[in-house]
């Protein structure tokens, strides 16, 4: 059984979020926050800014495809 306290909490919150946000294999971290939720060591709120930042990675992604493309065919 996972120790729920304060501290482990938010260092694990914090290690999830940095490696997303460093472009850090967001699949990967994305999953193993789900599976904190489901062990009750995050909760929705944390995963909702976990889902942001992974959304914002995608996003930029998407940009920088689309930018590609576009120099593409000019």
Same mark, same amino acid.
């Given at each position: 059984? $996972? /120790?729920?306290? #304060?501290?482990? *909490? &938010?260092?694990?919150?914090?290690? /999830?979020?940095?490696? /997303? $946000? @460093?472009?850090?294999?967001?699949? !990967?971290?994305?999953? #193993? @926050?789900?599976? *904190?939720? &489901?062990?009750?060591?995050?909760?929705? &709120?944390?995963? @909702?800014?976990?889902? @942001?930042? +992974?959304? +914002? !990675? !995608?996003?930029?992604?998407? +940009?920088?495809? #689309?930018?590609?493309?576009?120099?593409?065919?000019?």
């Amino acid at each position: 059984m $996972a /120790i729920k306290s #304060k501290a482990r *909490h &938010d260092l694990t919150l914090r290690s /999830i979020k940095r490696e /997303i $946000a @460093a472009g850090r294999d967001v699949a !990967y971290w994305l999953d #193993k @926050a789900y599976t *904190h939720l &489901d062990s009750g060591l995050l909760t929705e &709120d944390d995963i @909702a800014e976990v889902e @942001a930042l +992974a959304q +914002a !990675y !995608y996003n930029a992604l998407d +940009a920088e495809d #689309k930018a590609n493309a576009e120099e593409i065919t000019q």
